[in-house]
């Protein structure tokens, strides 16, 4: 297996069972070879980690993300999930494996057909592997968006909200089902920085209620480090303070479908390249 | 000059597997009956008010045609004839089908060239549903039953249309009028006028899909995916009547 860059510093979990593992994954669109969206990437996300996946805008992040579900095709090397090899899977195949990963989407996609509410049932009534009698579904709905704290949402239709409401309402809709395995793409994109601040204490406080395993995208440091140095306090309902290394955060740096950089925050600030460094220095006046 | 065709012939191709996905999903479980009710509702309900309109007029132009030239012949009287054969055998199925591609294949196109374009599709594909079965089938079948349903109603309303001018222009009797148009139609131009809109059918939803599915481009992308659905869409009806058309001729003359 290559693993180019162990990273070095993190609560060590190398024991742990691999969630999702790329193997020089490449990807291209349209057959055109010379600019491939994702380049020879190799990484391994172990069960309780949460990366941090910084990256310019195109470098390649979503691609890796859709990647990673299956959504796109790998030109080349191999993706695991949950120790499967999805590549070259079938749709029907991949639905199932699908199902132990919840997804939030870059402009949250959420149905504008439906309501929230049955936007957040969707995956309750359509996963055949989420095998809910029907009974128990509304309260699952509800106390999902209880969780976003939109309950009082449930009859509007997406269009009706926010954009940081809609973010919620995915984020709602992605952990409806208790997914061991959580992507987000950009959850903090475009927003203010409360809103932003709001989603991403979200993020840490679905981490630590369920100990899930997460892959954050994001272009804002901040977010990195509220993930790495914060953990939701289940008495309080604030955000606590760790101490070093107290959370198991990877910080993945990507450069035009390339993974330029795979380690701990200490070893990211450390970092003297030129593109990751301006990821790091960046103004850190409306960090949390 | 293989490479210029290389884009045609993939295009088609992917319209041809989509079109086979569609139909086995036919098969197939799961069903979406609820998405096929509103399909129909949308589709049928919303399109009745153009196909009466162009189907009143349609026929009304034709008896004022049809009727001067018979004029001549001193032969008005068979106006209804002339009227119910061209209007249940070509008029009425083509008519109403590029209507109703206006209005449904450009629908189609722009909900689901939406829903590609803010990963709605993939959303779905994430959370365990195949597009094509929730989406594409669940289309191709409403319109299969309405497009047909459509087209009897868009003919009966010309219909009425050409006995309203047949009346009014050239005088001829109410009763006479409907009496033809009764006996000019064959079995045959009743199989071939519902023959057609069903065939019609496939084009107006699987083109909208296609186009709707293969997206790009953000907004400006699903308005220019709607525009070249709503094209193709007619234009293979018009390629496709003259060859159903062949076919029937064909039979009848297989008959004699
Ligand atoms: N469906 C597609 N077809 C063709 N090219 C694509 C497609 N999706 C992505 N790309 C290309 O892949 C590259 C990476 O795109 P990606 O969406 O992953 O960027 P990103 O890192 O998510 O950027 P952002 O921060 O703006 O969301 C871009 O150069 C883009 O043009
Ligand atoms: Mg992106």
């Given amino acids: 297996m290559a693993e180019k860059i162990q990273p070095t510093g993190v609560a060590d979990t190398s024991d742990a069972a691999s969630l999702l593992r790329f193997e020089n994954v490449r990807v291209t669109f349209d057959g055109d070879d010379e600019k491939p969206a994702l380049n020879g990437v190799s990484f391994n996300v172990r069960r309780g980690e949460t990366r941090i996946l910084l990256g310019a805008a195109g470098s390649g992040k979503t691609v890796l993300l859709k990647t990673a579900m299956g959504l796109e095709c790998a030109t080349g090397g191999r993706v695991f999930l949950f120790d499967e090899d999805v590549t070259h899977k079938s749709e029907r195949e991949l639905f199932d494996i699908r199902a132990k990963v919840g997804m939030l989407f870059q402009e949250s996609a959420l149905f504008d057909s439906m309501t929230v509410a049955q936007n957040v049932a969707y995956p309750l009534l359509n996963q055949k592997a989420v095998s809910m009698p029907r009974d128990k579904m509304e309260p699952a709905v509800r106390s999902s968006l209880r969780f976003v704290e939109l309950e009082g949402q449930m009859g509007k239709y997406p269009s009706e909200l926010s954009g940081g409401m809609r973010r919620r309402v995915a984020i709602a809709r992605a952990v409806v089902t208790n997914p061991p395995l959580l992507l987000y793409d950009s959850p903090t994109a475009g ?25 954050v995208v994001t272009h804002r440091y901040q977010d990195g480090n509220l993930v790495a140095n914060f953990r939701y306090n289940p008495n309080s309902g604030h955000l606590d303070p760790v101490g070093p290394d107290g959370t198991k955060t990877i910080f993945m740096v990507m450069k035009e479908g390339k993974l330029v950089f795979e380690g701990s925050q200490t070893e990211l600030e450390a970092n003297r390249d030129p593109y990751v460094m301006k990821f790091v220095k960046q103004p850190q006046s409306e960090a949390a | 000059m293989l490479d210029a065709l290389k884009g045609p012939v993939k295009s088609v191709q992917d319209f041809c597997v989509l079109s086979g996905g569609a139909l086995r999903n036919v098969f197939r479980k799961p069903h979406y009956a609820d998405d096929i009710l509103l399909q129909m509702e949308t589709i049928g309900v919303g399109s009745v008010p153009i196909v009466m309109i162009t189907g009143f007029f349609s026929g009304a132009v034709m008896a004022m045609q049809m009727g001067r030239g018979l004029q001549d012949y001193g ?67 409403a319109t299969a039953i309405m497009l047909p349903c459509l087209t009897i109603l868009d003919d009966f309303i010309g219909m009425i249309g050409g006995g309203i001018m047949a009346k009014v222009l050239f005088a001829v009797p109410g009763r006479q009028y409907w009496s033809t148009v009764w006996r000019a139609l064959a079995w045959s131009d009743v199989g071939q006028g519902l023959t057609k809109p069903f065939m019609y059918s496939f084009a107006v939803s699987l083109i909208g899909c296609y186009y709707g599915l293969r997206t790009t481009g953000g907004t400006q992308g699903v308005g220019r995916a709607t525009t070249q659905a709503v094209v193709t869409a007619s234009v293979l009806i018009f390629i496709m009547d003259f060859f159903i058309g062949r076919i029937f001729l064909w039979i009848s003359q297989l008959g004699q």
């Fill in chain 1, 191 to 215: 927003l203010d920085p409360i809103t932003a601040h709001t989603i991403m204490a979200l993020i840490v406080k679905e981490r630590d209620k369920d100990n899930t395993t997460a892959l």
């Fill in chain 2, 75 to 141: 032969q008005t009287g068979r106006t209804g004839q002339f009227v119910s054969i061209i209007l249940v055998r070509e008029l009425g199925p083509v008519l109403t089908a590029v209507m109703v591609a206006g209005q449904n294949s450009s629908g189609i196109a722009s909900e689901i060239g939406s829903m590609e374009v803010t990963e709605q599709i993939d959303a779905m594909r994430a959370l365990g549903t195949d597009p094509v079965q929730k989406l594409v089938t669940p289309r191709m079948i």
